[in-house]
T-cell receptor, first 110, second 112 residues
Framework: GGIITQTPKFLIGQEGQKLTLKCQQN?????MYWYRQDSGKGLRLIYY???????QKGDLSEGYDASREKKSSFSLTVTSAQKNEMAVFLC?????????FGHGTKLSVL | QQKVQQSPESLTVSEGAMASLNCTFS??????FRWYRQHSGKGLEVLVS????GEKEEGSFTAHLNRASLHVFLHIREPQPSDSALYLC????????????FGEGTKLTVSS
């Protein structure tokens, strides 16, 4: 079976800092997603990618960059962390009807 | 641009009473609908997927899709306190863009 690995699991940053979150999948799936989830809320789409080197903006892309240099990896960069920001970032990959999530990266900004 | 909205924001039902959750979407070409559950601090668990108008049952969960009215409902039969969680609706257009949009969720509390 495959797995989605997100690193790091916890990320503490400083206001204004550039922070990078990584996601690797060994399913060989074409489509990958990055979502942000604030406590007790739904998932908001930041970026998605339908294949290597493809990037598509979601509704929450401002303040973020993404990179899909390999089919197996999809990274997300917070371009300037906001003070007191706290959220979980979830990576997912999809093949046809099946969607698989990583365990998330929990971000806290001091 | 696809909009997905869920109602109510929170819902409390008594153990054993049917719970009904609503999800509305804006893109009529959407053809792929899922309901997820997320217990506090945990990951997402898929409950039921539905791709055509009508009903789809998975255990105590039934999804009801009506694309003409832009609604997909989730009914939970005889909910237990362990069903207390955040319920999320996800909508996409499988035949077109891979964009997968989630609603803001309904927080369900089942009281014993």
């Amino acid at each position: 079976g495959g797995i989605i690995t997100q690193t790091p699991k916890f990320l503490i940053g400083q206001e204004g800092q550039k922070l990078t979150l990584k996601c690797q999948q060994n399913f060989n799936h074409d489509t990958m997603y990055w979502y942000r989830q604030d406590s007790g809320k739904g998932l908001r789409l930041i970026y998605y990618s339908i294949t290597e080197n493809d990037l598509q903006k979601g509704d929450l892309s401002e303040g973020y960059d993404a990179s899909r240099e390999k089919k197996s990896s999809f990274s997300l960069t917070v371009t300037s962390a906001q003070k007191n920001e706290m959220a979980v970032f979830l990576c997912a990959s999809r093949q046809n009807e099946r969607l698989f999530f990583g365990h998330g990266t929990k971000l806290s900004v001091l | 641009q696809q909009k997905v909205q869920q109602s109510p924001e929170s819902l409390t039902v008594s153990e054993g009473a049917m719970a009904s959750l609503n999800c509305t979407f804006s893109d009529r070409s959407s053809d792929n609908f899922r309901w997820y559950r997320q217990h506090s601090g945990k990951g997402l668990e898929v409950l039921v997927s539905i791709f055509s108008d009508g009903e789809k049952e998975e255990g105590s969960f039934t999804a009801h899709l009506n694309r003409a009215s832009l609604h997909v409902f989730l009914h939970i039969r005889e909910p237990q306190p362990s069903d207390s969680a955040l319920y999320l609706c996800a909508v996409s257009n499988q035949g077109g863009s891979a964009k997968l949009i989630f609603g803001e969720g309904t927080k369900l509390t089942v009281s014993s």
